[in-house]
């Protein structure tokens, strides 16, 4: 099998997500999805068994790998942005529980998560801690033998829904270092605060997590004495699929553009009939096959376990820069009509901000880069 060749496996998800997300790309006025209604084709997707994608068999999960994540994270986003975010965000919460956990309380934990009858999340973020995610200001305390409790702020979390259950994959300061929680909704002493308003990604479940003196559950404590270069491993599959989210809603991009190019006319021919249209959309088409074809083989080689940091780190930084410029530019070609909040150009544009940010910022991708190439921080 060649390089960029995808398994057969891959190929038959690639296509089912396909069709799946497509048949909600709406014609006309573009409306942002609201909360129950992401909710509800969340389930939809986690009944065709994506929501237990990464989880192995035996945690009652599909067993597949990277590459099936990626395909069906990059056609979930062609057709429904949001949808994939939540399933990214789903599928990096079930792989570090599993990462770090005990197998006796994964086999509790894990089979709801991989039925999507529980949503998946992941605290990195804190008010004070950023950039800085190794350092949260989170902090674990443990009583005795049976009790330990957490508290501190988490931010921004995608998948943290007052309307469903949810699991929290956290950080929190120990005496051994970092610990990874998962942390159950319903954990006395955890509670939804501010639900963000983003410029973009309307409807997606995203709330400030405040964990107030929070009993932790027998087998929450995933792992105790973790380190940056830990939470880093974790950081690889999610910017694998946030580069995946920027190849599906580049392609988006790509396809509403061309599309309105070969309609309009101007200046006595088609759009894509003036040369400087063309180029633009050729250029655009040309960083898309270039994303997609770096996917793959990263994607199978975090699978094989190989060290695939620095790369993730490049797929990090282009993807994210690459996508805005696509939806700027896509934007444009569109006009005006491209700049109303009807069109669906524009919503991807104000998402591929977002993009930017989520999990990290491109600086932190960079420093990363850096750090990788042996330059002193
Ligand atoms: C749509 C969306 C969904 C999100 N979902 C989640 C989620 O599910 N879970 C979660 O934990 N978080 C989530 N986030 C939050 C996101 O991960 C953080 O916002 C991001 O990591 C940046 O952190 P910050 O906002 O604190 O910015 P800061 O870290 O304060 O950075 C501010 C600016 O300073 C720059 N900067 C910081 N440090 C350095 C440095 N050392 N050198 C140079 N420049 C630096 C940054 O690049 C940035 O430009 C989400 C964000 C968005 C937009």
């Known amino acids: 099998m060649g390089e960029c060749e995808e398994s057969e496996l891959t190929r038959l998800l690639r296509e089912q997500a396909g069709g799946f997300a497509s048949c909600r790309a709406g014609a006309g006025g573009w409306e942002p999805p609201d ?37 069906v994270v990059e056609e979930l986003a062609a057709g429904e942005p949001r949808l994939a975010l939540m399933m990214a965000s789903h599928l990096t919460c079930c792989r570090g529980a599993e990462m770090w956990g005990r197998e006796d309380a994964l086999r509790e934990v894990l089979p709801p998560l991989a039925r999507g009858e529980r949503l998946g999340a992941l605290g990195l973020t804190e008010p004070e801690a950023g950039t800085d995610f190794d350092r949260p200001r989170a902090a674990l305390m443990v009583r005795g033998e049976a009790e330990v409790a957490v508290s501190g702020n988490k931010c ?49 479940p995203n709330h400030a997590v405040v964990l107030q003196d929070c009993r932790v559950p027998a087998g929450g404590v995933l792992r105790d004495g973790l380190g940056r270069e830990d939470l880093l491993g974790m950081l690889d599959g999610a910017w694998l699929l946030a580069a995946a989210l920027a190849a599906g809603m580049g392609r988006a991009c790509l396809e509403e553009a061309a599309a309105y190019a ?116």
């Open 156 to 204: 921004f979390v995608t998948n943290a829904a007052a309307e469903t259950p949810f699991s929290l994959l956290t950080f929190a300061r120990s005496k051994s270092g970092l610990a990874a929680l998962l942390i159950p909704s319903e954990a006395p002493g955890l509670h939804l605060a501010h639900l963000y308003r983003f410029s973009g990604w309307e409807g997606l």
């Open 262 to 377: 070969r309609r309009r006319e101007q200046g006595g021919a088609r759009l894509a009939g003036h040369q400087s249209a063309a180029f633009r959309l050729a250029d655009t088409a040309t960083g898309l096959e270039l994303l997609r074809t770096s996917l793959l083989p990263a994607a199978r080689r975090l699978r094989d376990g190989e060290d695939v940091h620095a790369e993730i780190c490049m797929l990090k930084l282009h993807s994210a820069g690459w996508l805005e410029e696509a939806a700027s530019c896509a934007v444009e070609m569109c006009g005006s009509f491209g700049y109303t909040l009807d069109s669906r150009i524009s919503s991807l544009w104000r998402d591929s901000k977002g993009l930017r940010l989520l999990w990290g910022t491109r600086e932190l991708a960079r420093l990363e880069l850096a750090r990788s190439l042996g330059l002193p921080k």
């Open 35 to 71: 909360t129950p209604g992401l909710l509800s084709r969340f389930r939809e997707a986690a009944g065709l068994g994506w929501a237990g994608l990464l989880t192995s068999e035996g945690y009652g999960g599909e067993g597949a790998g990277w590459p099936e994540a990626v395909a």
